[in-house]
């Protein structure tokens, strides 16, 4: 397509990846190539691969400590924007929440909360576990007794193959923790091992990765995140 | 303009001593998606002066570098849950986003700010990474090295200028004082051999 034969000449055409990330690319190229990478599942992972490959070479730069000023900024700009954390206390969360999903989303919650999936349970934590884009895609409710969750799907995931596999991070701790596999279609309830009951306390982090099927082989999160939120009290 | 003060590069490196393993940047990186601001902290302590100095190598221009750096780490905290671990590495997710916001500031500027030739790689020892990972980084290292010694001199240091610069094949050829489409070629058989090596 571009004059000088940079993009889409036949000999070419499998070195637009490299050539997107070596940066050799003028502005109009980059947007091209990157509104395919938004739909060429194999040009996006040609991408990562030679992102992979030739990322040893910024080894070769020095760091170089940005002045404190710089941080003060992002708190700034992260603080105004779209991914308010205390989501739960917002009333028009819940408004926005109610209107925009009510069928799916406020039936699961209903049925999770009223309907009894937690028998006799107080539900004293919950969780809602939002995609990149802030979406709910899961709410998860851990029981008065802190050894059974239940996670419920609130959006309707894309239908991938792999293994739904949700984590625990308790506070404080880097390592997630395995809680068990979930469906993306219908409520799971799941019975925290006794070691981690303790540690499902509001501020930990629940999240669900994407896993070959029959969960990670490692132990540790291998796939994406596709919905994560912190448990707070009800 | 030169940019980098040396005190400023001590600083940088030491700060770099405790950079984190792969796992605990991938687990903060899942904080992160789940809208833990003192997980972005930690990503920012443990990243922040290699992305800067990158920004600032292609940028070169503190304020710019600073600007593009702001930029990268809000979109770090929106982005956080596109990181797939089992694609990329957390700094080599973390390095594209910073490369990708600091060519496309270069590209927005007007003509070409900067023509003098740089040159392609500043001898400085690595920082050191997690003790965990020194060995399969170091010979990741060492396989691209290797690799881009077995190019001819010219070609790989193209290859190592735009990577490291974001310079478009007009400037580097511009630079090297060569025809476009030599430039192209060079590049373009440098990266088919560097492909080749790095999978043989």
């Not at chain 1, 008065?144 to 596999?165: K, Q, S, W």
């Not at chain 1, 303790?198 to 969960?215: C, I, N, Q, W, Y």
């Not at chain 2, 957390?90 to 986003?97: D, E, G, K, R």
């Not at chain 2, 478009?168 to 050829?173: G, K």
Request: proline residues 7%.
């Amino acid at each position: 397509m571009s004059a000088n034969g940079t993009i889409d000449s036949p000999d070419d055409g499998n070195l637009i990846a490299a050539e997107y990330v070596l940066g050799v690319l003028s502005a109009a190229e980059r947007r091209e190539v990157e509104r395919r990478l938004a739909r060429e599942r194999a040009l996006a992972s040609e991408v990562a691969l030679w992102e992979e490959r030739l990322t040893g070479l910024t080894d070769a730069v020095v760091p170089v400590a940005p002045p404190d000023a710089v941080w003060s900024r992002i708190e700034r700009a992260i603080g105004t924007g779209p991914r308010a954390p205390s989501v739960w206390q917002s009333l028009t969360f819940w408004r926005s929440f109610a209107i925009a999903s009510a069928t799916l989303a406020a039936a699961s919650i209903a049925a999770l909360v009223y309907v009894g999936l937690v028998p006799g349970a107080r539900v004293p934590l919950m969780a809602t576990l939002s995609g990149s884009a802030g979406q709910p895609n899961f709410v998860a409710s851990v029981t008065a007794t802190g050894n059974t969750l239940v996670i419920v799907p609130a959006a309707l995931l894309t239908n991938d193959p792999r293994a739904y596999e949700l984590w625990l991070i308790p506070t404080g701790e880097t390592r997630p923790r395995s809680l068990g596999l979930i469906q993306p279609g219908q409520p799971i309830r799941l019975d925290i091992p006794s070691d981690l009951a303790g540690r499902v306390t509001p501020d930990a982090t629940l999240a669900v990765s994407l896993e070959p099927p029959g969960g990670s082989p490692t132990g540790l999160p291998t796939g994406p995140v596709v919905a994560a939120g912190k448990l707070t009290n009800m | 303009m030169r940019v980098v003060q040396s005190k400023a590069i001590r600083r940088g490196i030491s700060g770099m001593d405790a950079e984190p393993s792969r796992s605990q940047l991938a687990t903060a990186l899942m904080r992160v998606a789940a809208g833990d601001d003192a997980a972005l902290r930690m990503v920012y302590q443990d990243t922040s002066a290699k992305l800067f100095g990158v920004c600032l190598r292609i940028l070169n221009d503190k304020s710019e570098a600073e600007d593009v750096l702001q930029d990268v780490y809000v979109t770090v905290w929106r982005k956080a849950a596109d990181f797939d671990p089992g694609r990329a590495s957390p700094i080599t997710w973390l390095v594209a986003i910073a490369r990708n916001r600091a060519i496309d500031r270069l590209r927005s500027w007007a003509v070409t700010r900067r023509t003098e030739p740089i040159e392609a790689a500043d001898a400085v020892s690595d920082p050191a990474p997690a003790a965990v990972e020194r060995v399969e980084l170091a010979q990741q290292q060492k396989r691209l090295a290797r690799c881009l010694e077995q190019l001819e001199a010219q070609h790989s240091a193209a290859i190592r200028a735009a990577f490291l610069d974001g310079a478009t094949y007009e400037e580097l050829a511009q630079r090297m004082n060569v025809p476009l489409g030599t430039m192209k070629s060079w590049i373009r058989r440098g990266l088919l051999k560097l492909r080749a090596c790095l999978e043989g």
